[in-house]
């Protein structure tokens, strides 16, 4: 069972910057693809950015593409994937999971292909 563990989360100005981080561990051999999504208060579950396991491939949301980096560093059993988030806007407001998938190496934007999920960590925006 893969365990993934957020951080980094906190309130910024508008136009700051934050660096999500998100730790996986145990039977982290089994990842192919991970991704972040994130939820507002009264929205779905929307899809932000995924890489492949191998950090060669990586997808953006049209809202974020530009402003937001995706990139992933493995050390033995663990693997950590991160977001910089730049150019923050109040609309990027929103609690922060992980994903992990196990199946394919196929970058997906579908929260219920993933297979496992973080705490999530909150990311506000003032104006």
């Known amino acids: 069972q893969v365990q993934l563990v957020e951080s980094g989360g906190g309130l910024v100005q508008a136009g700051g910057s934050l660096r999500l981080s998100c730790a996986a561990s145990?039977?982290?051999?089994?990842?192919?693809?991970m991704a972040w999504f994130r939820q507002a208060p009264g929205k779905e579950r929307e899809f932000v950015s995924a890489i492949t396991s191998s950090g060669g491939r990586t997808d953006y949301s049209d809202s974020v593409k530009g402003r937001f980096t995706i990139s992933l560093s493995r050390d033995n059993a663990k693997a950590t994937v991160y977001l910089q988030m730049n150019s923050l806007k109040p609309d990027d407001t929103a609690t922060y999971y992980c994903?992990?998938?196990?199946?394919?190496?196929?970058?997906?934007?579908?929260?219920?292909?993933?297979?496992?999920w973080g705490q999530g960590t909150q990311v506000t925006v003032s104006s």
């Open positions: 994903a992990a998938d196990s199946d394919t190496f196929v970058l997906r934007r579908q929260p219920r292909i993933y297979d496992y």
């Open positions: 145990d039977r982290t051999f089994s990842i192919t693809v």
